[in-house]
C-alpha cells in the first residue's frame, strides 16, 4: 500500500524559511515522480514542484523558481522542499502527491496523480 506522509510546514515570517518532507512507503523508489502541490483558501490546488525520484530530474513552478528546492534522499524514501524567501503568497496547505506513471508533459496535472499525502499547512505572516 502506498502510503505518504507530508509534514514540516508552519508559522512562518515573510522572508523565513521552512524544510517539507514527503516520506513514502510502498512505493519502489525510483520509479515514482513525487510532487508537492498546494492549495490557498479560495484558490484551487496548484503545482509546486516535482522531482522523479530515479534520475532525480526537477520542475518547478514560475511562482517558485529560485525560492524552493526539492530534492529527495533515496535511501530515507523522503522527497524535501526546501522553501526559502516565503511570501505571503505561499500561505496554502501543502500536499505531496506520487505516481509511477506521470510523463513529462503532465506534471503539473494534479489528476495525473494516483497516491496522495495528507496536508501540511504552510502560513506566511508579513
Known amino acids: 500500500e502506498v502510503q505518504l506522509q507530508a509534514f514540516g510546514g508552519g508559522p512562518v515570517q515573510t522572508g523565513g524559511s521552512l524544510r517539507l518532507s514527503c516520506a513514502a512507503s510502498g512505493v519502489t523508489f525510483g520509479d515514482y515522480v513525487i510532487g508537492w502541490f498546494r492549495q490557498a483558501p479560495g484558490k484551487e490546488r496548484e503545482v509546486v514542484s516535482c522531482?522523479?525520484?530515479?534520475?532525480?530530474?526537477?520542475s518547478y513552478a514560475l511562482s517558485v523558481k529560485g525560492r524552493f528546492t526539492i530534492s529527495k534522499d533515496s535511501a530515507k524514501r523522503t522527497v524535501y522542499l526546501q522553501m526559502n524567501s516565503l511570501k505571503p503568497e505561499d500561505t496554502a496547505v501543502y500536499y505531496c502527491?506520487?505516481?509511477?506513471?506521470?510523463?513529462?508533459?503532465?506534471?503539473?496535472?494534479?489528476?495525473?496523480?494516483?497516491?496522495w499525502g495528507q496536508g501540511t499547512q504552510v502560513t506566511v505572516s508579513s
Open positions: 522531482i522523479h525520484t530515479g534520475p532525480g530530474s526537477t
Open positions: 502527491a506520487a505516481d509511477p506513471s506521470v510523463i513529462h508533459s503532465n506534471l503539473a496535472n494534479q489528476i495525473a496523480y494516483g497516491y
